[in-house]
T-cell receptor, first 113, second 112 residues
Framework: DAGITQSPRHKVTETGTPVTLRCHQT?????MYWYRQDPGHGLRLIHY???????DKGEVSDGYSVSRSKTEDFLLTLESATSSQTSVYFC????????????FGPGTRLTVT | SQQGEEDPQALSIQEGENATMNCSYK?????LQWYRQNSGRGLVHLIL?????REKHSGRLRVTLDTSKKSSSLLITASRAADTASYFC????????????FGAGTQVVVTP
C-alpha cells in the first residue's frame, strides 16, 4: 500500500453523534479524496482536496464536511451521524492534476446504530 | 448517478481460463481506469487508457476502449486464484474535471 493510513479502522456510533475520520499520507501528494462504498453503488465521491485548505464537494456531500490543515491529513466529519451513513469509507490520494491514478487507503467501516 | 456500469455483476471461472468484463459509460471521457479490490481492502489501480487509445496491455491484462460505443473491456488471461477480487471501472468525464466516477463492479471468483 502507498503510505496511506485511515483511523479508526472500525467504528460503531449512535445516531446523532458527531464522527471524525482521519486520513494520513506520507507521500506528500497534493490531491486527497474521501469516498463511500455501499453495495450496488461502487464508490461515490464525498469531498476532495486539491491543496491545504482547498476543498470541494463531490456527488454525495450532504451531511459531511472536511478539513485539510496540513498536506498529510484530510479529515472527514459527519456532523450528526445517521443510519444512512453506515458505510465503508475510503481515502485516496493522487499527485497528478486531473483524474489519474489514485492510491487508496485500507478503509474505515462505520456503523451508525 | 453512476457513470460506469460493469457487466456481468459476477463471474465464476476456473484457473487458467480467461475472464472478460465490460464497462459502459454515458458521457465523453478523458480516460478510463480499471481498479481491483480484494475482499476487505482498498482499491488498487490496474491500468489507465486514454480516450485516444484503443487498446492497452499490462502483463496478463488487456484493456480495450471504444469511444463510439462508450464501452471498455478488461480481459484477464490465464486466471489464477489470486485474481479473485472485485473489478471496477472508473471514468474521468470531460465535464467533471478531476473527479473519477466508479461503477458498481464485477465480482470475479477464480477456483483452483
Amino acid at each position: 500500500d502507498a503510505g496511506i493510513t485511515q483511523s479508526p479502522r472500525h467504528k460503531v456510533t449512535e445516531t446523532g453523534t458527531p464522527v471524525t475520520l482521519r486520513c494520513h499520507q506520507t507521500e506528500n501528494h497534493r490531491y486527497m479524496y474521501w469516498y463511500r462504498q455501499d453495495p450496488g453503488h461502487g464508490l461515490r465521491l464525498i469531498h476532495y482536496s486539491y491543496g491545504v485548505k482547498d476543498t470541494d464537494k463531490g456527488e454525495v456531500s450532504d451531511g459531511y464536511s472536511v478539513s485539510r490543515s496540513k498536506t498529510e491529513d484530510f479529515l472527514l466529519t459527519l456532523e450528526s451521524a445517521t443510519s444512512s451513513q453506515t458505510s465503508v469509507y475510503f481515502c485516496a490520494i493522487s499527485d497528478q492534476d486531473g483524474a489519474y491514478e489514485q492510491y487508496f487507503g485500507p478503509g474505515t467501516r462505520l456503523t451508525v446504530t | 448517478s453512476q457513470q460506469g456500469e460493469e457487466d456481468p455483476q459476477a463471474l465464476s471461472i476456473q484457473e487458467g481460463e480467461n475472464a472478460t468484463m465490460n464497462c459502459s459509460y454515458k458521457t465523453s471521457i478523458n480516460n478510463l481506469q480499471w481498479y481491483r479490490q480484494n475482499s476487505g481492502r482498498g482499491l488498487v489501480h490496474l491500468i489507465l487508457i486514454r480516450s485516444n487509445e484503443r487498446e492497452k496491455h499490462s502483463g496478463r491484462l488487456r484493456v480495450t476502449l471504444d469511444t463510439s460505443k462508450k464501452s471498455s473491456s478488461l480481459l484477464i488471461t490465464a486466471s489464477r486464484a489470486a485474481d479473485t477480487a472485485s473489478y471496477f471501472c472508473a471514468t474521468d468525464a470531460t465535464d467533471s474535471w478531476g473527479k473519477l466516477q466508479f461503477g458498481a463492479g464485477t465480482q470475479v471468483v477464480v477456483t483452483p
